[in-house]
């Protein structure tokens, strides 16, 4: 009589557990999440260079190329900056008002991009 009830509660906890690992592997690894909006930076450029994404969108920056680079907003003062990213780190921040906000790479200010928010 017990035993669907025990079932049940096995089930519940294995789907708890590999919820949480998940979201612990994600944290660790800082990867994108559901909703996430990306840039990649290679070859010494941002792609896309300009990115349109809703209000609230989490932009995720990753580095794929084998040179430190950085991500700083165009702002005076600027409204986001990372900390230089080796190859395969990454750096993200949350736009929530519409505009345009440009940014570069602090090391090589010719690499510019545009993240777009509408
Ligand atoms: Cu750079």
Redesign the pocket.
Known sequence: MGEPAMSNTKLRRGGTLAAATLALTMAVLGAARAGDAAVV?DN?TFTPATLTVAPGTRVVWTNH?D????VVSAANPPLFRSKPLDTDDSFSTVFDKPGSYGYY????PY?QGTIVVK
């Open positions: 930076i010494f190329d040179m430190v680079h950085t790479c602090g090391m090589h690499m």
